[in-house]
């Protein structure tokens, strides 16, 4: 054991004290926070160019009241179209908006017309329309004698409130879990994120693992290693080394992308999701969206944080364990040409990615079978079962997934193992999978 | 008593015999030389002896126990497809590799130190793998095989690569190691090499033993009567035609006969006709031509 320890010692202050790791540990959440804020400057662009617009209002239906908005700035006009061009030179203008009076006040279509030189991006001319049709909809409740406030009681706001067929009242604990709304969307935001995690984790790590074991190999310091200590040792020593490596980048990461993302927010003085979010929804009421911002709170204080952080870490060493012990496997029967590494590499990756794939489709229905199924198998579990785990999968299916896997990372260290000791001796060529199979099945 | 005792081991891969039903002892304290072309089987059998592969039957016993896995920390092997972390700097890689040899890092400190010293690269602790040339490299790597003062060194290919010099040099360390009552396994391909060092000798073909036993008396015994002569005068063409004469030229004669005693009849013969001796010695076969001779012998 003291020599396992030394070895998963090597192989991560190998990596913590290189530069790159450094690098990328410490510019990552810097580059993630720019890329937010400059995401969050690109969506709360509206163009800076604004416009002087002449409005000749046939009808009056506008009784000379448009607020200006969207870079818009609205005057009315008397005169006709033919004099305001005529007299361009005098007045300034970018364009003449020419509101035709209503051929008949129930007719549902209208068409404005908007002269000008330049043509209307797609957001003006949206905004342009919006704001007109909700001034001829005044116009046409004052010209019908309806009551405004009776109209909108006509709308009726629906939600659809999930709610349990069987409620256990004597638990006030599962009370919280009564979901809401919103939570499917919260559900979703949280477990897509999970499962991504886990998808770089096992992936990055992963090959990071296979290099090792392959640079050892091309070094040829494998056979002076492995006079000194079991193979399988230097194999899990890696392993978990590395493993250890990754851990101490995602918690680094978990403090500081946090951190950055709220000193920049102080910085640039506004929030990039509140920005996002406002532009998603144009026509959401403020007070909507506290509300909204209210339950998104009380949604997560909801999430069974207790079983999601657990579940997580265990899917977290389960999956890096399968996967690096089988990349480890692979790497040691990869010859001196790292270029053959790929047509071995593929019956590893094919896997990872297609998790990744049923785990945004399990992120839409979380609860099929498809999804249930691969969140069960062991070699998809790692990455879709943390994305269903939001949505409160039933406990048998966790369990059994859990076990699983336990029972699928311990099978693949083993076979990897079995691999790995005679692959790591192989100089020259890479192994064939007749010949990694038959690693496999020989006694040593 | 014996530091290694080879009992009858076999190992098959695959496609072949790697090891076939090799035995051998060897006293402790001697400098045992393994000696056989490419691929006949003698980096299987050290792996076998290093623990790093099993043997499929036979025995193997390591200073008198049964080899068991805490053998390897009282063995130091310098593989023939030998390297070093790149990355590493000379000092770290040292300590690595002797504490994983079991030694404690005060202890894994001094001797490193005192290694570094033998061979003038103390300074050389900071230095990056990388930074070094080959041949300060092997200078480190046979450092990294003999720190933890192992009862028996495994060098397989030791002077593969290496200059004149640092031969030299690592020659004499060996040498030092063996006074010191270390024993020494020297595995090579190249018979002359083994013939300076080794006072023991094991020939391995097609993964059997051939040969195995003193250098010394295995060339007596496949020794072929064969003469040298260095004179001056001539020698009467009649005492030539009783032998055969496989070289002559300049006052030299090497001549093939059935039996010692006839080389001295030869000799009392010419210096009876007035030929001065100057120079008389039997030449022993090279252990080049003994292996030649053993595996033709074989197939024959």
Known sequence: ?444 | MSILEVKDVVKKYQNHIAVDHVSFDMARGSILGFLGPNGAGKTSLIRIITTITQADSGAVFFDGEPLNLSHPERIGYLPEERGLYKKMKVGEQLTYLARLKGLKPDEAKREIGNWLESFGISDWWNKKIEELSKGMQQKVQFVSTVVHRPKLIILDEPFSGLDPINTKLIKSQIRMLNDEGTSVIFSTHRMEQVEEICEHIILINNGKSILNGQVARIKELYKDHIFRFKYEGDIDPYLLDQVEVREKQNGTIVVHVPTTGEANTLMKAMMDRGVVIKHFEEMLPTLNDIFIKKVTEKDG
């Open chain 1, 1 to 444: 054991m003291d020599k396992l320890w030394l070895i998963i010692r090597r192989e991560y202050l190998v990596r913590v004290k290189k530069k790159s790791f450094i690098l990328t540990t410490l510019l990552a959440p810097l580059a993630i926070a720019l890329l937010m804020v400059v995401v969050g400057l690109i969506f709360s662009y509206q163009g800076d160019e604004s416009k002087e617009i002449v409005i000749i209002d046939q009808g009056n239906m506008l009784e000379k009241r448009l607020k200006d908005e969207h870079n818009f700035y609205f005057r009315f006009s008397d005169r006709t179209l033919e004099e305001l061009i005529d007299n361009r030179s005098q007045e300034s203008f970018d364009g003449i908006l020419v509101i035709p009076p209503l051929r008949d006040i129930v007719s549902k279509k209208h068409t404005i017309f908007y002269y000008s030189d330049t043509n209307l991006d797609l957001d003006g001319s949206d905004a342009i329309q919006r704001l007109i049709r909700d001034k001829i909809r005044d116009f046409k409740i004052r010209e019908m004698n309806l009551d405004s406030e009776q109209l909108d009681n006509l709308n009726t706001q629906v939600t659809l409130d999930p709610e349990p067929l069987v409620r256990d009242d004597s638990d006030e604990e599962t009370a919280g879990d009564n979901p809401s709304p919103f939570t499917s969307v919260i559900a979703a935001g949280l477990g897509g994120l999970m499962g991504f995690a886990m998808y770089m984790i096992v992936f990055i790590n992963g090959m990071m693992v296979m290099r090792s074991v392959m640079e050892e190999k091309m070094n040829r310091v494998v056979e002076v290693m492995i006079s000194s200590v079991r193979p399988f040792y230097l194999m899990m020593g890696k392993i978990i080394g590395v493993g250890a490596v990754g851990l101490t980048q995602i918690i680094i990461w978990a403090i500081l992308i946090p951190l950055i993302a709220s000193g920049a927010n102080l910085i640039f003085g506004f929030d990039t999701q509140q920005v996002m979010l406002d532009e998603a929804s144009a026509e959401i009421h403020p007070d909507d969206l506290e509300m909204m911002a209210a339950q998104v709170m009380t949604e997560l204080k909801a999430i069974n944080w207790w079983l999601i952080v657990p579940c997580f870490i265990i899917f977290f060493f389960g999956g890096y364990i399968v996967y690096a012990s089988l990349f480890a496997g692979i790497g040691s029967a990869i010859g001196d040409d790292l270029a053959e590494s790929q047509a071995l590499t593929l019956p590893l990756t094919i896997p990872v990615i297609l998790a990744l794939y049923i785990m945004f489709a399990a992120l839409r229905v979380p609860n099929s079978s498809m999804a249930v199924w691969a969140s069960i198998f062991p070699f998809f579990s790692p990455i879709v079962m943390p994305a269903r785990l939001a949505f409160g999968p039933p406990a048998w299916q966790i369990i059994l997934s859990i076990v699983l896997l336990i029972a699928a990372a311990i099978f693949c260290v083993w076979i990897s193992g079995r691999i790995y000791r005679t692959g790591i001796l192989m100089y020259g060529k890479k192994g064939t999978f007749k010949e990694i199979w038959k690693w496999m099945i020989s006694k040593q």
